[in-house]
C-alpha cells in the first residue's frame, strides 16, 4: 500500500476554521521565515550548541552575580528570594557543564584505550 501525505497547511486550516486572523499571521511568519532561510543557513552543530549552553550558563552567573552585589547594597527593587533562585539556576548550570564535560574526557579516553 502506497502511502504518500501531503504537508500540513496550518494557515489554511485555520482559515476553514473561520480564524482569518490567525491565517494571516502564519502566512506572513511563514513569508519572513523563507526569506530568511534564502541566506546561508548554519546546520546545528555540537560546537554551536555547546558554546550556546556556555554562554547562557555564563549570562545566568553574571546575573547571579549583580543580583548579589544589589542586594548586598540594600537595593529595594531586587528580593533576596529572586537572588537565591538566581543563584541556583547558575549553579545548577555550572554543575550540568561540568558533568558534560567529565562525560566527554571519560568518552576520549575510552576511545584512545581502543585496540586498532
Known sequence: MDLKLKPFDFAQAAAKAGMADVARRVEA?????????????????FQSAMSGALASISQSQAT?????????????????????????KAQLGFQ??????????????????MQV
Do not use: C, H, W
Not at 511568519?29 to 552543530?45: F, I, L, N, Q, Y
Not at 547571579?64 to 541556583?88: C, G, H, K, W
Open 64 to 88: 547571579s552575580a549583580a543580583m548579589q552585589r544589589e542586594v548586598q547594597f540594600d537595593n529595594p527593587t531586587v528580593s533576596l528570594e529572586q537572588t537565591m533562585i538566581a543563584m541556583q
Open 29 to 45: 511568519k511563514t513569508r519572513a521565515e523563507a526569506a530568511g532561510a534564502t541566506g546561508g543557513v548554519d546546520k546545528p552543530s
Open 96 to 113: 550540568s557543564a561540568v558533568q558534560v564535560r567529565n562525560k566527554l574526557v571519560q568518552a576520549y579516553t575510552d576511545i584512545m584505550n
